[in-house]
């Protein structure tokens, strides 16, 4: 009998490469679902990728639990040889948080169910959404107390861990604390403001609240940076309508024989 050789039929998918997060290499801000896509090579000519794997953890070694396992996904065409894979969206819930760093690595299996190595781990950061306002004032002031104006002025000071400027920002004033009677809502207003720095004044444009009611006021403010993240709520300003002399009621009393009306 002859030596019998073996070969191999076919031969598996090279571990892919060139990994991107939403399109860039190792980004530091992408969105809480970003896609993920990877270059796929086959030694095998004619043969495509029709199925991958995708891990995703906080540290580089993977260990359990893992943030996301895509598990087996088939692709919906299979890719060429040589090409890039689809974007393929996180497909987790909740695990992918803010201000956060993330590892994932990828595989492959082509269509005579040959399975790749792992590639090379790549990494992403999230953004992070602005802080909470803090240094708030009204009319240039932290304790503005009594008003007598309808000219009310608000500023803050504006912080976001990422570093992006605020490209709008949003008021509220109520008649209680808890902001369940909302007597103004200025809605999303564009502005430009550096972290870290005091926001510009932004001027009340509502009708009129001062009416010499004597009511108490409370106010706050968010920001939303340029990726259009959504700031926390600062805590309360309060102010209160000005109470003028004539508001005090002397009506009916007498002084000496003369009647105050």
């Given at each position: ?43 095998d000519a004619n043969n495509t990728a029709v199925a991958y ?126 902001y369940d009677n909302i007597v103004f809502d200025s809605g ?74």
């Amino acid at each position: 009998w002859s030596d019998v050789m073996e070969f191999k039929t076919n031969y598996e998918p090279n571990a892919p490469t060139e990994l991107l997060t939403e399109g860039q290499v190792n980004p530091e801000k992408v969105s809480l679902t970003p896609t993920f896509s990877a270059k796929y090579t086959d030694n095998d000519a004619n043969n495509t990728a029709v199925a991958y794997q995708i891990l995703i953890d906080m540290t580089p070694d993977f260990a359990e639990p893992l943030v996301w396992d895509s598990g087996k996904t088939f692709f919906t065409d299979p890719v060429s040889n040589g090409s890039r894979t689809p974007e393929i969206p996180y497909g987790g819930t909740g695990g992918i948080l803010e201000g956060g760093r993330y590892y994932w690595k990828i595989r492959v299996w082509d269509d005579k169910d040959g399975m790749s190595n792992y590639s090379m781990i790549s990494q992403f950061g999230t953004h992070s959404r602005p802080s909470s306002p803090t240094g708030l004032e009204m009319n240039g002031s932290s304790s503005p107390g009594v008003l007598n104006s309808k000219m009310m002025s608000f500023s803050a000071i504006y912080y976001d861990a990422d570093g992006d400027r605020a490209s709008a920002y949003q008021i509220q004033i109520s008649t209680t604390s808890g902001y369940d009677n909302i007597v103004f809502d200025s809605g999303k207003k564009s502005t430009n403001v550096a972290s870290g720095t005091r926001s510009n004044k932004y001027y009340y444009d509502g009708s009129s609240l001062l009416s010499n009611s004597g009511k108490t006021y409370y106010w706050r403010i968010r920001f939303y940076d340029t990726d259009d993240m959504e700031g926390e709520w600062s805590g309360n300003g309060i102010f209160y309508d000005s109470l003028s002399p004539s508001s005090v009621l002397f009506e009916g009393l007498q002084m000496e024989g003369i009647t105050v009306n």
